[in-house]
């Protein structure tokens, strides 16, 4: 997808569904809240499954260089535990 986006090709359907994912996500939000609080903006929603997307990208494509520049390890483990701390991070 990284390619096809720097070679200029549109990727409109991949757009299309992670709102969708964004739209699900959302409404399971909304679900868990307490009775009578106010429901977070979808576009909330969305920002966070965008960055989720972009994040997933970053990490599949320089992941391992960033961690090891950053000084941690570039091991899978070490890429376990960032996802495993950023799904946390979100849904807190």
Do not use: Y
């Amino acid at each position: 997808m990284v390619w096809l986006v720097l070679s200029g090709e549109a990727i409109l359907p991949v757009a299309t569904r992670l709102r969708a994912v964004a739209e699900a996500a959302h409404a399971r939000r909304v679900r868990r809240l307490p009775d009578g609080a106010p429901p977070p903006p979808l576009k909330d929603t969305v920002f966070r499954a965008l960055l989720i997307a972009l994040v997933m990208f970053g990490d599949a494509t320089v992941g391992d260089a960033l961690r090891k520049s950053a000084g941690l390890d570039d091991t899978p483990e070490a890429a376990v535990e960032f996802r495993t701390w950023l799904v946390q991070l979100l849904t807190a």
